[in-house]
């Protein structure tokens, strides 16, 4: 109830009230203000009522911002959702003797990426770093790379 | 002791001549054999390029093998023949048998679930065409 009427009237307190909390508070607090819709404002008046944790909110509003700035969606960047490359192979056993299917998983300088960078899943990745560590015993794949 | 598989692999100087490979892998045929293993496949890779610096050589001929045995001792006697010989300058002894076992468990995992997808979509068409029939005898009856 409160929320709905301070971002109306309050909207340009809460602005003041944000940079002190945070240095992106002043962009949501703008957008907010910009938008007619209550999302923005109310993201606003929350950041203005609970100042340490009401910090990253707005900004999590502002991820919404360069897509469309009336939209209450936060996740406006679509990422796109990365499938792990085995399961869609169905496979069963990685071979550490191919050191061409390894490859991908490792860096330049012959780190091994993350999970997170290649979307494999956990089984496979188990496996894979097991792969790739005997692949290397074997001077398939470097260690690191040589200078 | 169930039997365990393992692969070899040893990595030869470049510039040993194929006949000296030949006889290192001879000697280890021999050498499982004795020790009551088997030496199951070979395959010679050739001349690679090494990921990295090994004896200061950057290419190294490769040798893959398949060893089966029933206990260590083979592997123990295999790895010592190979640090011995001169030609060799790297190996690597991987034991296969519980990963390719793992291997078949989900192999037959995925064909038992492939197999009864069919049955369970088998039955959703059978359903429908099933009171059809029996609809029409209701039909013509009434």
Known sequence: MADENAPQHQAPPSAPSAPASAPTGPAGGHAGGGSPGGPGGYSGGSGGMSG??????????GGGRPGGPAKRGKRNFVRKKKVCRFCVDKVDYIDYKKAEILSPFIQDRGKILPRRMT????????????????AQNIALLPFAAEL | MEERQYDLIFICRPDTPEADVDKVITTLEHVAAEKGGKIEKTEKWGRKRMAYRV??????????MVVRSSHGEVVKELERRLKVSEPVIKYLTVRLDEELKRQEKLKRHRERRAARRPRKAAPAPMQPSSPAPSGEPTAATS
């Open chain 1, 52 to 61: 340490g944790p009401g910090g990253p909110r707005p900004q999590s509003g």
């Open chain 1, 119 to 134: 979307g494999t899943c956990a089984r496979h990745q188990r496996w894979l770093t097991v792969a790739i560590k005997r």
């Open chain 2, 55 to 64: 004896a200061k050589l950057r290419e190294g001929f490769f040798v893959y």
